[in-house]
């Protein structure tokens, strides 16, 4: 998954003068971002407020009064809880002792945004900024033990770091907001790393008013980390883990691999029996994305402790570049560029470039176009390409290195082996943000429909390679409403939704191998509803089984193209 990019003219949300308006019942000072009201503290300005990630660390409150190893040791109450006996799993695996010789997140201030926290756990004394913080709606009763077990999680990475607690729904005002306004509050009041454990239920694919303040956040300094989500598909199918700015996080086992709950991720971090603080001074253990992308945003504060300067695109090549490789594949299609490694991430010292595909991206989602199928995940269409030539736009520099060259290349599938890449372009000429080169759909491999991966890598003088990846979708024939590889009951009759590039009709078997007209062919292109109130019966009698489908279509780019589904099917 994807993708960072930085100070994007096309993003960065405007920031409207400072005014007065009525916040928490009373006269407070407000700005408006990303079209929403947000009360700040005084003397905060459109002018100061992109600095103010960086100076925030003025007025934290520091616990200089133990090391790090102490906090963790009397937070944890020394559990074990990983198969061998080790202790603290989790933290063992991604090197945290080890990282704090380098940091122990002073200085950084880290945004809580969840649906409820208990503030006042033992364990975050000394470390929470109450009076920054969003009350009353930090605390909401029935979900506290989610943000207190997600908020321990990065004390426990970063036990130096200062906390502030959120809503997801907080505008910074007594009123709630729309959902992902607390981002916009964090920002507002200075803090750098925004973790994000949450996911918007009411859209399943972008949200773009989500986006938007993701955008803002990141333009304005600060780094953007989410989960990807527990439904076993990827990180396309919520927000704000699908934002094109947003850092989504995977969840890994003890095994480094991906468990089934976890949607696929750019990077993924241990989500399994990780121990943590529950409401009402208690303590436990939970599974999730939830608890992976709070680790990381602890590395990420430890690297700001480190380096405050570094910026969000900045961090996000360090995380891919430290990151441990858990496979013998240089991305993997569901944890992305490896599990994270504070240790390695805090010991990176070469500058880093930008290698950042802005578009095609993720926001530019084409409802039509729903699910594709692979080995029993599913995949949301960052980009859907029907044929023609498309612009590939993005930044490939080295703002603090020498750059040597860029390569934009592309290959079938979602983590294609090394070989099966194919150069599209060579750029000896930094791109701030432009246009890279174009990719001409009707002249890919024999074809073919399916998902198609983006690479662009950055080359510096000293031959370092920073890389982005980016998925697009190739169909001409596409049904979307059901999956490919799975059999799922129905009644007759059905609906067909999807794609049709060309004239196009439906066919039936019943061994996928003999196939008959079901339909006649119909003219000219449609996406949507194909079939509409389709009698599978009617052709069958009395059947009880599976029936195959395939939609037929008559490119005139490719000729015949085709895509089917297996239906279980009883006609009584």
Known sequence: MKRNGKYNSWTVLILLALLASACGGKEEPSIKIAGISICVDEGVTEQNLSSATRTASDSIPSDSSSDATEVLNDFFLNQTWSPDGSYLWEFERVKTQEAWEWSEGQGVRVAVIDNGIDPYHKVFEGHIDLERSDFPFAFSGDDEDHGTHVAGTILGMAPHATFSFYHTTSNGCSDPGPKGAGMLTALARGDRVLNNSWKDSEHYGPNPEICNMVDAATSLGAIVIASAGNNGTNAFTQAPANCERALAVAATDYGDNAPSFSNTGEIGAPGVDIWSAFSGNTYGNLDGTSQAAPLVSGVVALLLSKNPDLTSEEVRQILRLSADKVSDKDFDAEIGYGRVNALKALEWNTPVCEANILSPTVNHYDENLEVTWHGGREYRNAWSIVE????????????????????????????????DWQVITEGYEETLEGNLDSLNADLLPQGEDGVYTLRLRVFDSEGNVFEDRNAIQIARAFITNYPKSISIQVESPITIRGLAKGDYSLQYSLDSIQWQSLTETKSGSASGILFENLDLCAPLGVFEGTVYLKLVVDSSAFGPVEDSIQLDLNCS
């Open 388 to 419: 023609g030539t498309i612009s590939i736009q993005g930044i490939a520099n080295c703002p603090h290195s020498e750059f040597d060259h860029y390569e934009l290349s592309y290959a079938l599938g979602v983590e294609p082996a090394q070989e």
